[in-house]
């Protein structure tokens, strides 16, 4: 066929280097940008084929998030919106290690297993971040979409979420909102600006936010979008982009890690709430510094609390009897699951690691609020759900306590964007909740008390000798190693450890928590030793934290 002609001759200027293996891992193809022309084109080709499969439109987002400047990425967005599927994740490493001459049968291969139908017309959206690699690499996509004959639209610069929610306006024909950035912003500032309208007695401190961008692309679209917000929120962005570097010492992931304030921000005072963007802004954390200095981080598991807490609230008064959940990994503070499941009396469930397992588990209830600890997350409600709503909302026979609950659930759908987590939705989402509960970030914080916590990697020789179950808090193997930690365990108050192997760093990942930060980074510690010795360790020995 003509189009597997092109592909020859265009393949030859995206050439793979000898040797190179990458995996699709939990966020798609990720190292140094140096290595990634061939793997871009590649998915150009993949997304054309996955667009003929689904008869729909496929995003492409070219990103590396939260890591380093010189690193970038590349991710593939489903026709919903969602992650691209586990087996086109298959079909995407495959086709990315297919050395040079083997290509074509590579792809033929995809197109025969999956009864591609050639003749179909594909549509693929492409996006990309402020690196300076992106601009090429986005182009090389573009390059792999043409040469099978599928058709293109480049969105340049915005953050993963647009994307996402572009892919899902586009295959739900608009109802989602309109495909466009004016559309997005039009969308979520209208629902911000109706949900806070009766907050009237909102002071000057309450409508204003202090934003770091992570030198990233959040902070180019939040500036986009500034006017779209009325001066209902003010926003003072710090690392816009204009100076520092992207994610350097800033930025959500920082943060989270560092347990302190970006770099590049201004004084921030006591009781200023502020927030951090990642890199390709679809992570928020919050924190803020009291009178005495002492940082406060207010994470995912925070966020979902907040959010569900409020849903719930609206539910009853609304008098809407649908099932809501929250849904956590094994990450997720256990003083966060306590006061869900004993105070809040909310169902939580527990995923292995990676926003794709906690969308699904969110898709089983009529409303999921999912959370990664790190600050990935958002609220899917159900069709029915959302109908249920919307009839309440309409109904002209119902009291005004049920009436104004109505009202609010239906612009609260409207303000999250239910395709990923996006740091600009649930930023909105989270400001017009403390708005309409006249709540300061302290307040909110004090909602439940982290239990102190560490996390910690150790290096092995192979980390897929460890295998996990019950959402990966349990080891399976190596023999002994869940006995050892459940030892361990039982010397510490209020303790819970379990390990892992990463899913995008060479590493097993150590996680502890107790009732006294020093008891935690004890027992992190002692895992730590206990993964070294019975998981074939590298290097010296983990020293203690003290
Ligand atoms: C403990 C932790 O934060 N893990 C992160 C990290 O996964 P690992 O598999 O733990 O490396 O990167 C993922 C992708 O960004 C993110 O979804 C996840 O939450
Ligand atoms: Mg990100």
Redesign the pocket.
């Known amino acids: 066929m003509a189009e597997f002609q092109e592909i020859s001759k265009l393949s030859a200027l995206h050439p793979k280097p000898a040797g190179l293996v990458l995996q699709y891992g939990?966020?798609g193809f990720r190292t140094n940008a140096k290595q990634l022309d061939h793997i871009m084109f590649r998915m150009g080709l993949l997304a054309t084929v996955r667009s003929k499969k689904t008869k729909a439109t496929i995003g492409v987002m070219v990103t590396a998030?939260h890591n380093p400047e010189e690193d970038n990425g590349v991710k593939l967005v489903d026709p919903m919106g969602e992650m691209v599927t586990q087996d086109w994740e298959e079909h995407a490493t495959q086709l990315a290690n297919a050395d040079q001459e083997d290509l074509l049968t590579a792809l033929k291969n995809i197109i025969e297993k999956e009864a591609i139908n050639m003749s179909q017309e594909a549509n693929v959206f492409v996006g990309k971040d402020t690196r300076s690699s992106s601009a090429s690499l986005s182009q090389a996509v573009l390059d792999g979409v043409s040469a099978l004959g599928g058709h293109s639209k480049d969105y340049g610069l915005v953050t993963t979420p647009q994307l996402h929610y572009m892919v899902c306006c586009q295959n739900t024909q608009g109802k989602y909102g309109e495909a466009t950035v004016e559309g997005y912003y039009t969308k979520f500032c209208q629902a911000f600006i109706q949900l806070t309208k009766n907050t009237s007695n909102r002071t000057d401190d309450q409508k204003h936010l202090c934003l770091d961008g992570a030198n990233g692309i959040g902070a180019l679209k939040v500036r986009e979008m500034e006017s779209h917000l009325k001066k209902e929120l003010q926003i003072s962005l710090n690392n816009d982009g204009s100076k520092g570097r992207l994610n350097h010492q800033c930025g959500a992931d920082y943060v989270k890690v560092q347990q302190k304030p970006p770099t590049g921000a201004h004084r921030i005072n006591p009781g200023e709430r502020c927030c951090s963007f990642d890199g390709d802004a679809d992570r928020i954390v919050y924190y803020y510094t009291d009178s005495e200095g002492t940082f406060h981080l207010l994470d995912g598991d925070k966020m979902a609390t907040l959010i569900s807490t409020f849903l719930k609230e609206l539910l009853t008064q609304a008098g809407l009897d649908l099932k809501i959940a929250v849904v956590q990994t094994a990450?997720a503070n256990g003083s966060s699951t306590h006061y869900l499941e004993n105070t809040m009396k909310v169902l939580v469930r527990c995923t292995k690691?990676?926003?794709k397992h906690l969308h699904h588990v969110a898709q089983e209830f009529d409303v999921g609020v999912y959370f990664?600890a790190?600050g990935?997350g958002t609220v899917l409600f159900s069709k029915a759900a959302e109908e249920k709503i919307q009839q309440l909302a309409e109904d002209t026979n119902v009291n005004d306590e049920r009436k104004k609950a109505a009202l609010l659930l239906r612009n609260t759908i409207n303000v999250i964007n239910q395709t990923v987590g996006d740091a600009i939705s649930d930023m909105l989402l989270i400001e017009a909740i403390l708005a309409i509960k006249g709540m300061t970030i302290q307040q909110w914080d004090t909602i439940y008390t982290d239990l102190p916590n560490r996390q910690l990697k150790v290096k092995v020789a192979d980390r897929r000798v460890i295998d996990t179950t019950d959402a990966e808090r349990r080891a399976v193997t190596p023999a002994g190693l869940q006995e050892a930690i459940d030892n361990l365990v039982k010397k510490y108050r209020q303790a819970r450890s379990f390990v892992r192997p990463?899913?995008?760093?060479d590493v097993v990942?150590v996680y502890a928590e107790a009732d006294t930060q020093e008891s935690a980074d004890a027992l992190a510690h002692e895992v730590s030793l206990a993964v070294y010795r019975l998981a074939g360790g590298v290097g010296d020995e983990p020293k203690p934290l003290h």
């Open positions: 939990t966020s998030s990450y690691t990676g926003v990664e790190n990935h990463s899913g995008t760093e990942r």
